[in-house]
């Protein structure tokens, strides 16, 4: 099995304002790997740190192999990291356009994408969100945000990342909704074959689907094994500090 991302005793924070504590993770190639913890406890840092968008003091990000600490986001991006922020930064995600339809958006996105390739990366995007198909002429400004939430991953798709990270997905969404989307995380998976580092509130969903987990409480890593053996009273007591 090989390895997408590893981090290695990572220690970053913004400015003087320190986060994260020897945090060591890792990623192998066509795993979902769940990051749960408590509000505060530096789940949103440690992707900013993978992409460049928090200070790493000491320690590593290495990406297939290569060493990318420090790098900046579009450097990252280029190397094949699909980054969905949380929401309500994602609802000004700067790559969706308003005035622009969801087809647009996602040829917008495939700059750099063969041309040959863009319609065939398009119907992948449709085949995980059948509902962006039906909306491809609306204005992405009068998206839901569930609609939004699914056009965010989608403009993450086009560039076929080997990684994709998604910070709380489902935060906000209606509970029918929810399903879905953790059915549409497997499917990017299992059909796409793209690695997945998973964010999410939802812990007992998001285990379910989840080959590793790592808990994250004050910027330590309290858990990190099988996503099936952490049940709900484990996971309350690595929240409480047990
Ligand atoms: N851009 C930022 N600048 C300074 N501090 C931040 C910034 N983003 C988050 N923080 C702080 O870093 C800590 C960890 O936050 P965060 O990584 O967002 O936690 P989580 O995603 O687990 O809820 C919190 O104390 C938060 O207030
Ligand atoms: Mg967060």
């Known amino acids: 099995m090989s390895e997408v991302l590893r981090v290695e005793k990572l220690e970053a924070g913004y400015g003087k304002f320190h986060v994260l504590f020897g945090v060591d993770l890792t990623v192998n190639s066509g795993e979902i790997v769940v990051l749960l913890g408590p509000n505060g406890a530096g789940k949103s840092t440690l992707l900013n740190s993978i992409v460049g968008m928090a200070d790493v003091y000491s320690g590593r990000v290495v990406l297939l192999g ?20 949380q929401s309500p930064n994602n609802f000004g995600t700067p790559n969706i356009f308003g005035e622009l339809t969801v087809y647009e958006n996602l040829v917008a996105a495939s700059a750099g994408v ?19 198909r039906d909306l491809r002429d609306r204005k992405a400004k009068f998206l839901s945000g569930g609609e939004r939430q699914m056009l965010a991953i989608g403009l993450g798709l086009m560039k076929k990342p080997k990684l994709l990270m998604l910070d709380e997905p489902t935060a906000g969404l209606a509970p029918k909704l929810v399903s879905d989307f953790f059915i549409a995380i ?15 509130q939802n812990a007992r969903k998001a285990l379910e689907i989840g080959d590793r987990a790592y808990v994250l409480v004050t910027g330590r890593v309290r858990y990190s094994g099988g996503a099936k053996s952490l049940d709900e009273a484990k996971l309350a007591e690595l929240f409480l500090g047990g």
């Not at 497997?186 to 999410?200: F, P, T």
């Open 186 to 200: 497997r499917d990017i998976r299992d059909k796409l074959g793209i690695s997945i580092l998973l964010v999410e």
């Open 66 to 85: 290569r060493d990318i600490t420090g790098d900046p986001p579009h450097e990252v991006m280029k190397m094949g990291v699909a980054y969905v922020m």
């Open 114 to 132: 063969p041309r040959e390739e863009v319609g065939r990366r398009i119907e992948e995007v449709y085949s995980i969100f059948p509902k962006l």
